[in-house]
């Protein structure tokens, strides 16, 4: 069990890093770097600017967050669509 509980707040991404990271716009007016996390990466789920996303965050760096989940769109259906190149 964690010493200190986590906190989840939610935000838009507002710009892509390097390396996996991501830049934050929290709903409280606050930017922040945040990162995928392994169950993501695992999945492949691919994240873009103005996706609205779910961090997990410590009491103790305010700065830095962990993306553990993505919402859909309301225009994506439930399965998604693949573009296939198919020769005849």
Do not use: C, W
């Amino acid at each position: 069990m964690a010493k200190e509980e986590l906190l989840t707040i939610e935000g838009i991404i507002e710009e892509i890093l390097p390396d996996g990271r991501f830049a934050v716009r929290l709903d409280n007016e606050h930017k922040i770097i945040a990162y995928t996390a392994g169950k993501m990466r695992k999945f492949r789920i691919r994240s873009v600017v103005g996706d609205r996303v779910h961090l997990e965050m410590t009491p103790y760096d305010l700065t830095k967050g962990r993306i553990v989940f993505r919402e859909r769109d309301a225009s994506q259906s439930g399965s998604a669509k693949r573009r296939t190149n198919f020769r005849k």
